[in-house]
T-cell receptor, first 114, second 115 residues
């Protein structure tokens, strides 16, 4: 079974631009979560989706948004990019929306904002 | 509120010696606990998980962890380190009582394995 895939793997953007990252979960998984990883803040929860609905959101500004499609694929968007948005963005998928189920992570998208 | 504290930011061992990575957690509810590993420039791989079954949990690649409620700890161990174990390790907690899969990560422990 194919794992979680994320595209693109690397991205360089300029301050003020916007960016869209994509995540395809493991086949059959309906829950998708997004995390931001930086050297200073570590791994932080962005949001999670289940059945095309955002179920939970982390403490990030409104410039960060996402959505989930009917095939469970998810996208996240960051508008008006800032230098501090440079990070590894990780997507994780799970069968259902539950704290007891393991989540499987993709390889991440490395975003650099210049 | 839930939180995780990894007690060592960096651990160095020699190949063939035991590994101990320490983790304490705080949770108002019955938690699920996980250990993930991240090799350089890679995503996170699940090593093992605890979800209120056996307190001694066995994972992949010879790792295991013991859940100790009285000590609020979930330390990761391996009897004999291998060079390929060099990576960053994350202790993670999630809430089993609410309708969310949100994971709360510790700050990570970098494991160095010397030949």
């Amino acid at each position: 079974k194919a794992g979680v895939t994320q595209t693109p793997r690397y991205l360089i953007k300029t301050r003020g631009q916007q960016v869209t990252l994509s995540c395809s979960p493991i086949s059959g998984h309906r829950s998708v979560s997004w995390y931001q990883q930086t050297p200073g803040q570590g791994l932080q929860f962005l949001f999670e989706y289940f059945s095309e609905t955002q179920r939970n959101k982390g403490n990030f500004p409104g410039r960060f948004s996402g959505r989930q499609f009917s095939n469970s694929r998810s996208e996240m968007n960051v508008s008006t990019l800032e230098l501090g948005d440079s990070a590894l963005y990780l997507c994780a998928s799970s069968l259902v929306l539950s704290g007891t189920y393991e989540q499987y992570f993709g390889p991440g998208t490395r975003l650099t904002v210049t | 509120a839930q939180s995780v504290t990894q007690l060592d930011s960096h651990v160095s061992v020699s190949e063939g010696t035991p590994v101990l990575l320490r983790c304490n957690y705080s949770s108002s509810y019955s938690p699920s606990l996980f250990w993930y590993v991240q090799h350089p420039n890679k995503g996170l791989q699940l090593l093992l998980k605890y979800t209120s079954a056996a307190t001694l949990v066995k994972g992949i690649n010879g790792f295991e962890a013991e859940f100790k409620k009285s000590e609020t700890s979930f330390h990761l161990t391996k009897p004999s380190a291998h060079m390929s174990d060099a990576a960053e390790y994350f202790c993670v907690v999630s809430d089993t009582t609410s309708n969310t899969g949100k994971l709360i990560f510790g700050q990570g422990t970098t494991l160095q394995v010397k030949p």
